[in-house]
């Protein structure tokens, strides 16, 4: 049966080791958290895969910004995976869109190919996506296991009813990640809407980059 898990998004070394350390299910690894996270730094990566016995995703995502890459951009983003998977990780966090607001078929199915066999996560593109059922359905024919959403809203609260909704249409082909503002503060109030799935925070309660070792637990408690 399935269960609910807890992903902690990690903009450090100390984040990952402080997630593991109380009770994360899976951390995903990235760099600046104002930009909304982005590829983290090769060396980092490599320390944090040496300390943890937890799963272990990476963003890949050369910038801030929108979600449609130029091809230098897009060149980038292979490599990076490459030398990610080197490294022994165990799963990717990537999305790219086109101009219209769709999901880039041809670029993300490349990626997830290069990525294979590890588990490939849609990342908060899907946010802005012109049509949450056919951005569903190309993702869902991408390859990818999971997305991570907000729902389209600013923060998970926001979005609760566009969370079910894609939940319902994603009808167990594909795992739907609600993140984005997500707290132990608001955890339950998904939970009554949502059957068990990842759900992912920074758990981070003050003005650093770096998870609160409470609010991991507290958020651990619900699920």
């Known amino acids: 049966m399935k269960k609910n898990q807890l992903e902690i998004a990690c903009f ?4 990952a080791i402080i997630a593991q350390d109380n009770g994360a299910d899976r951390i995903e690894l990235c760099d600046d958290m104002r930009l909304g996270g982005t590829t983290p730094n090769l060396i980092t990566a490599e320390r944090v895969r040496e300390k943890l016995t937890i799963k272990m995703h990476v963003i890949i995502r050369p910038r801030g910004g929108d979600f449609v890459y130029t091809e230098e951009e897009f060149l980038e983003m292979k490599q990076d995976i490459k030398q990610l998977k080197a490294l022994g990780v165990d799963g990717f966090v990537f999305g790219i869109l086109n101009q219209d607001g769709s999901v880039n078929k041809e670029q993300n ?5 290069l990525a294979s066999p590890l588990s490939c996560t849609f990342h908060r593109a899907f946010d802005v996506v012109n049509s949450i059922e056919q951005g569903l359905e190309e993702v869902i024919a991408c390859g990818f296991q999971t997305i991570l959403t907000s729902g389209r809203g600013k923060n998970v609260e926001e979005g609760i009813f566009d969370l079910e909704l894609i939940q319902k ?7 739907i990640m609600p993140g984005g503002g997500l707290r132990s503060s608001n955890i339950k109030l998904l939970q009554e809407k949502l059957q068990p799935t ?17 609010e991991i637990k507290e958020l651990k408690n619900f699920l």
Do not use: K
């Not at 199915?109 to 190919?113: F, T």
């Not at 249409?169 to 795992?175: G, S, V, Y």
């Open 12 to 15: 450090n070394y100390e984040s």
């Open 109 to 113: 199915l490349e990626l997830v190919q």
């Open 169 to 175: 249409l994603a009808n167990d082909r594909i795992e």
């Open 198 to 214: 990842f759900y992912h925070s920074s758990a981070i309660t003050d003005q650093t980059e770096t998870a609160n070792p409470e």
